[in-house]
T-cell receptor, first 117, second 115 residues
Framework: DADVTQTPRNRITKTGKRIMLECSQTKGHDRMYWYRQDPGLGLRLIYYSFDVKDINKGEISDGYSVSRQAQAKFSLSLESAIPNQTALYFCATSDLAAGFPVTGELFFGEGSRLTVL | AQKITQTQPGMFVQEKEAVTLDCTYDTSDQSYGLFWYKQPSSGEMIFLIYQGSYDEQNATEGRYSLNFQKARKSANLVISASQLGDSAMYFC????????????FGQGTILTVHP
C-alpha cells in the first residue's frame, strides 16, 4: 500500500458541486500539503498544515478549504467547483526532523485528477 | 519569496547520451534546499536528488547529478547514459530557509529519450 493515499483518484463533476479530496498517510509525518498541477505552471501550493492545529494558506487558496482531521488525514474541499479548478491535485507530506541530512523532501500521493464541467 | 525557473519546455536526447535540464532559482534566504522530481506519464512524483545550499560538493545519485552553481543561482540536473525510461516530466523545486517545509516548483521540462 502507498504511504500517502489520495481518494478519489479520478473525479468528474459539474460546476457548482461540492467536492472533497481526501488524503491519508502512514508515514507518521506532521507536515501535510495540497498542491495542484496545471500544464505549464508546475505545482502550486494550495494549503499546508504543520500539525493538527495548524492550517496555512498557500499561494492559490481562493476557492478551496481544508481540514486536518488527524495527524494522518488532510482533506481538501472545493465548496462550489468551477471549470478552472480542473487540474491534477497532489497531497504530500514531509518530516524535517527525520534523518540526516535533513532535506525536507516531499512524499507525494499518486494524485487526484479532477475535471469540472 | 522563492522563484524557480525552468526555461526548457521540452528536451530531446538520444539513448545512452547525457542530457542537462536547466533550473535557475531566486531567493534571499541564505539557507535553502534544491530538489529535482521526476513525473512519468503515470503521474506519480518521484524524488531524484537534493542539494543543500551549504553543500560544497555537487549531489549525485546514480545516473543523476546536480550541477550546483551558487553564484549563478543555478541547479541543473544532469542525467548520464539516458534510458528510454527517463522519458518524463522533470520538476526543479526549492525549499527556502524562511519557508521551512514548503517547496516552490518550476514549470517543468518534458524529456523525451529517443532510441
Amino acid at each position: 500500500d502507498a504511504d500517502v493515499t489520495q481518494t478519489p483518484r479520478n473525479r468528474i463533476t459539474k460546476t457548482g458541486k461540492r467536492i472533497m479530496l481526501e488524503c491519508s498517510q502512514t508515514k507518521g509525518h506532521d507536515r501535510m500539503y495540497w498542491y495542484r498541477q496545471d500544464p505549464g505552471l508546475g505545482l502550486r501550493l494550495i494549503y499546508y498544515s504543520f500539525d493538527v492545529k495548524d492550517i496555512n494558506k498557500g499561494e492559490i487558496s481562493d476557492g478551496y478549504s481544508v481540514s486536518r482531521q488527524a495527524q494522518a488525514k488532510f482533506s481538501l474541499s472545493l465548496e462550489s467547483a468551477i471549470p478552472n479548478q480542473t487540474a491534477l491535485y497532489f497531497c504530500a507530506t514531509s518530516d524535517l526532523a527525520a534523518g540526516f541530512p535533513v532535506t525536507g523532501e516531499l512524499f507525494f500521493g499518486e494524485g487526484s485528477r479532477l475535471t469540472v464541467l | 519569496a522563492q522563484k524557480i525557473t525552468q526555461t526548457q519546455p521540452g528536451m530531446f536526447v538520444q539513448e545512452k547520451e547525457a542530457v542537462t535540464l536547466d533550473c535557475t532559482y531566486d531567493t534571499s534566504d541564505q539557507s535553502y534546499g534544491l530538489f529535482w522530481y521526476k513525473q512519468p506519464s503515470s503521474g506519480e512524483m518521484i524524488f531524484l536528488i537534493y542539494q543543500g545550499s551549504y553543500d560544497e560538493q555537487n549531489a549525485t545519485e546514480g545516473r543523476y547529478s546536480l550541477n550546483f552553481q551558487k553564484a549563478r543561482k543555478s541547479a541543473n540536473l544532469v542525467i548520464s547514459a539516458s534510458q528510454l525510461g527517463d522519458s518524463a516530466m522533470y520538476f526543479c523545486a526549492m525549499r527556502g530557509g524562511t519557508s521551512y517545509g514548503k517547496l516552490t516548483f518550476g514549470q517543468g521540462t518534458i524529456l523525451t529519450v529517443h532510441p
